[in-house]
């Protein structure tokens, strides 16, 4: 209480979540222990479920409610900005949303004409390699959310965000047929391990 929790290990973070321990450990050790077990913290919040005695159902709730406080916390903030101007007024958000599945996701950030944002929305699920996006599905959601731009996003579960030539190619392909009902393809972010890598940035959208 006076320091504030940023004062806190993980591992006592996640004790104050779980809530208790269980017979001959507290709550700080199996915090300690989950964290050890999964090897890192990100690890550990993509586990489904927590292969661990004492986490059942309860403290697996717990811990994935407030990744999704934090997940709605961005939502907020990036919903009150005036308007998107780079890359990195959407990267944190889109990066708390789609880093740790173990599944590739496309996912598209409609904004209006001025660059406020209008909505987040998951379109395609695929496999670990790949997701299969469907143009004219991305347009009729534009449509849907009567979109003036878009910033597109997705996910590489490996974790390396470097864009592959596929990426560029669907970039393209996007970029063309949504300037056929005036929507402008504004970025497109591939999420991995650490800061998202802009396609716009690298000249390639």
């Known amino acids: 209480m006076r320091h504030g ?12 979540l779980l809530g208790n321990g269980i017979p001959g450990h507290s709550a700080v050790d199996l915090g300690r222990n989950l ?15 927590i292969p661990m005695a004492g986490v059942g159902p309860a403290k697996r709730a717990r811990i994935q409610a407030a990744l999704e406080l934090a ?6 903030e990036l919903a009150e900005l005036t308007t998107i101007r780079n890359p990195a007024d959407s990267g944190e958000y889109l990066r708390a949303q789609l880093r740790d599945l173990p599944y590739e996701v496309f996912a598209c950030l409609y904004l209006d004409n001025r660059h406020r ?8 699920r695929g496999t670990v390699d790949s997701a299969s996006v469907h143009p004219r599905e991305v347009v009729r959601a534009c449509l849907r959310h009567n979109a003036a731009a878009v910033i597109l996003a997705h996910n590489h579960p490996s974790g390396v965000a470097e864009p592959s030539s596929t990426d560029v190619a669907l970039t393209k392909t ?3 047929t949504l300037a056929l ?3 402008r393809v504004l970025d497109h972010l591939v999420i991995g391990h650490g800061t998202p890598v802009s396609l716009s940035g690298r000249g390639l959208c």
């Open 5 to 16: 929790p940023g004062a806190l290990s993980t591992a006592e973070l996640l004790a104050l």
């Open 35 to 49: 964290l050890q077990s999964a090897g890192s913290l990100r690890a550990l919040l993509a586990q489904e479920p």
């Open 71 to 76: 997940r709605r916390g961005l939502a907020e």
């Open 117 to 124: 944002v209008l909505a987040f929305e998951e379109l395609f």
């Open 174 to 176: 996007l970029k063309e």
């Open 181 to 183: 009902i005036d929507v």
